[in-house]
């Protein structure tokens, strides 16, 4: 018996887990917190040191761009860094091996890529990915981008020495991920506050829940709509909600822990092998 939650709602998670056949697993930046990248709302999270006023929205970072270069970089570099030596952990991995034996589809407002690396097959991506740029034309080209060269990025960033060719130098290192030329304006591919959710994959989310038997909640404080409506949309059809987190308690069987261990003991306990 696990020691992360009460002996009837971790019993009632393993019955729910071995009596369904159509999982939904809805991840927040928790999931990916013991890989190393940190959640942003959490005490000493992202948007206490850059606010979102100024950069989650692409208005606020072509102002900051414009006036603060430096600032861009500390910016840059803290979101690009941790996710650049990112390797999916425990938690990635059960949700992974949860597909041996139930339909999984996996809805992350995560833009790290874990889920894919881990070998989760049917992702869908509610706020896009990073490792991937896209353009402003119509339709948009799509290009991917490897952990490497978001990894090159940063250390050119660092490097970064004197002051009056700073701009421009800053430019041309964020060229593969930031651009605007005669092609339009090249960014990475993720959905800012204000942005449509990415398509198609909200609208196969959607059809996700309404066909599944269970959704896992891990690691999310469900505060951004319109992501947050899924579990609503579950709860609606009397889907039963198992909630992992260690701090916001969530879902109707919560389970409070980290997610890699719970979510290992979890898949553990109900029938699979993580490997
Ligand atoms: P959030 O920061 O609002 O909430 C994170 C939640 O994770 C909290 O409830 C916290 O208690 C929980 N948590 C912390 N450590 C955990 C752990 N080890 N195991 C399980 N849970 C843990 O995150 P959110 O709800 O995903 O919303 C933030 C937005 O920012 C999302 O839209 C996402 O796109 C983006 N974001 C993404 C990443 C990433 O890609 N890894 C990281 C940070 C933020």
Request: a negative charge; hydrophobic letters at 45%; glycine letters at 8%.
């Amino acid at each position: 018996m696990p020691g992360f939650c009460s002996n009837t709602d971790w019993q009632k998670a393993v019955d729910a887990v071995r009596n369904s056949r159509r999982i939904v697993v809805f991840s927040g930046a928790g999931i990916s917190a013991e890989s190393g990248i940190a959640t942003f709302r959490d005490e000493g999270g992202f948007w206490q040191k850059f606010p979102p006023e100024d950069f989650a929205n692409w208005q606020g970072i072509a102002q900051v761009a414009l006036f603060q270069p430096r600032r861009l970089a500390e910016f840059l570099i803290a979101v690009l860094e941790p996710i650049a030596s990112a390797v999916p952990n425990a938690a990635h991995q059960s949700v992974a091996a949860l597909q041996q034996t139930h339909d999984v589809a996996v809805v992350t407002q995560n833009i790290d890529g874990l889920h894919q690396e881990a070998g989760s097959q049917t992702v869908r991506e509610l706020h896009g990915s990073l490792l991937r740029v896209t353009t402003s034309g119509h339709p948009p080209q799509k290009e991917s981008l490897t952990r490497e060269q978001l990894a090159a990025i940063v250390r050119d960033m660092k490097n970064l020495t004197g002051d009056w060719l700073w701009t421009p130098q800053l430019l041309k290192i964020v060229h593969p991920l930031l651009h605007v030329g005669a092609s339009g304006f090249r960014r990475p591919d993720v959905v800012l506050f204000g942005d449509a959710l990415a398509e198609p994959d909200w609208s196969q989310a959607e059809q996700d829940v309404h066909d599944c038997d269970l959704l896992i909640t891990v690691g999310t404080s469900g505060l951004v709509y319109p992501a947050a409506l899924l579990p609503e949309m579950a709860r609606e059809r009397r889907v039963p909600i198992i909630g992992v987190d260690p701090l916001t308690p969530c879902g109707d069987i919560y389970l409070c822990g980290k997610a890699a261990t719970v979510l290992s003991e979890l898949v553990a306990a109900s029938g699979q092998n993580v490997t």
